[in-house]
């Protein structure tokens, strides 16, 4: 397809999504597709899971997932055991990963946890997977999708005190990787990486603070190291309120994912904006102390404009009594 006809966004990952979600999984990760669905039934309400696809609207329905991507932050005891892991490339880490929650063993962070560790900078990110149905890069399709994808990567993984992020994926995609600012680890600077008996085995790549901010800015990965702390300290509900609110999505859809009622919805929003309100009093200007009737637009409008820029405000934040 001409990249001109597509008309491509990302977009939080639906359940509905998940059955050509699981279709996408890499060769390279050998799990089962209908336990990975399962799984992320669960892990789409999970404060420390984050998945996107990227959707092209030109295509028909069932048909419109392009890409997926999905990561999530680790709990310490398993960041240990990527640190070990990550000596032997060859190690398929995401199987471990995957086995873990399946098995119970890892238990994703809680909302309170996850504050925890970004207050202290000790959030340990890990990419899971990202693929995408065009995987030719000489096509300008693909390139497309890649461009959402990173897009897609920059606004659902920015906002955190990262201490280091982590990724697995094939030789064959590893230059999809390294051109969005993971360091290409030396056994593979010889190439070729996109063809051979070793292109699908599994390769790690990972980056910590120190070394994303020993480059200037610029990169896909390299932005999302940067930080500040969040002003307003947001609940998890409203936090995922405005994460969703983010794509425009229907008050219908909204109140269907945060399993609240319209007049939850509303009560929502009415504290995003008297929280916003105590912090900085000047935040809505003139369009200040009318929180339902004509202002009330204006305030969403006002407060979805500065989350997209300040990622920060969507994640928790918990600093030790």
Known sequence: MASSAARLRFRPTRSGDLDECVALLPAWLPIEATRVRTLWHSLLGEAA??????????????????????????????????????????TPVVRQIYGGLLDGSLVPPSDRELGMLNALGQVHFMNLHYVQRAADLNDDYALAVLNIANEAFRSAVSGWRLQAMHFESSARDAPMFASAGFPVVPYLERGPWDHGPDAQRPVYLGITREQARASLPGTSVRHAFEHQPPRFRLSAAQRKLLWHALFDESDEHLTRVLDVSVHGLKKLWRGIYERIEDAEPEFFGEAGGDDEGRRGPEKRR????????RSEERRPWVQAS
């Open 49 to 90: 899971a984050m998945s996107t696809v990227m959707e092209d609207l030109a295509q028909r329905p069932g048909a419109r997932i392009q890409g997926w991507g999905c990561g999530m932050v680790l709990p310490p005891d398993w960041v240990m055991r990527l640190q070990v892991d990550a000596a032997r490339p060859r």
């Open 302 to 309: 006002q407060v979805l404009a500065y989350v997209r820029q």
